[in-house]
């Protein structure tokens, strides 16, 4: 089924995924449809794996579970990072998930209810989950970042925008498609006639024209300028569309993958989207890569 041990997924003679029989619900191999108890079925085989570091049939899992042999099932490298209690609940409930019964497994509430009084921290980071040390962020750091990382801290889009037409196009230097570099032909004309307007407008922040003119610029395809995909991105921002924005963003760290500015938008856009956990974790990634170009005696 949808949720189940994706490691012994194999074809059968007629082209279609399956895995083996003893981790589908009993009743999908009876009827071969899936309903929301089986679903629950599958969850319990999923919750059995992380438990035990191992596959073990759920009727092997349930015998051992009534035997009372529940430190049996627990993968040894967990030792100690649970109480006894918690880790006998969490196999109480993987067996409630497995019942051959359906009516008898807990329904999708009741499971989520189970999880969550066991759950002792809202939100772990993922270097922490991972064993990984992360040095945290000094006050002395925060004073040389640059006035792009605090405005995007802030949330101040108008300080971002202030700062990118100050800036200009200095951040395009050294990129592959540099604007000076290219051979003066017909399409650097038309590429020119859409450039200067599309900076006009971003100047003096008539954003939708900004766009348009950007958007041309763009789609002629001569050149791949990090800045242009970055006005256009804030320009997104500025007159909310911020799936646009973040699209943007995203080609600009494509581009030139060690810009700063790139990630910023990028937390600037995931932040208007509501995904506040990924547009911190966004914004500290802009932050060293940024703090690692001043040690490297590269601007910002």
Known sequence: PR?????????NQ?????????????????TGKLTPESVIYSYG?????????????PSHALDLIRGKNI?????SYLEGQYSNDDGIELVRLASRCLQYEPRERPNARNLVTSLTMLQKQTEVPSYVLMGIQRLERTQSHNASLSAMWEA??????????GIMVKVGYKDDEGTENELSFQVWTKQMQDMLSSKKPGDSAFRDKDFKTA???YTQLIDLGTMVSPTVLARRSLAYLLTDEPNAALGDAMKAQVVSPQWPTAFYL???ALQMLGHEADAKEMLREGEAIELQRQRMGIGS
């Open 45 to 57: 085989t999923v919750l059995l794996d992380l438990l035990s570091g191992k596959h073990i049939p």
């Open 211 to 213: 766009i348009d003119y």
């Open 152 to 161: 995007c801290s802030r949330n101040d889009l108008t300080a971002m925008h």
């Open 266 to 268: 990028q937390a600037a």
């Open 3 to 11: 949720l189940s041990c994706f490691g012994l997924m194999r074809n």
């Open 71 to 75: 430190l049996l099932l627990m993968d």
């Open 14 to 30: 007629r082209g279609k995924t399956s895995t083996k029989l003893i981790y589908m619900p009993p009743e999908y191999m009876k």
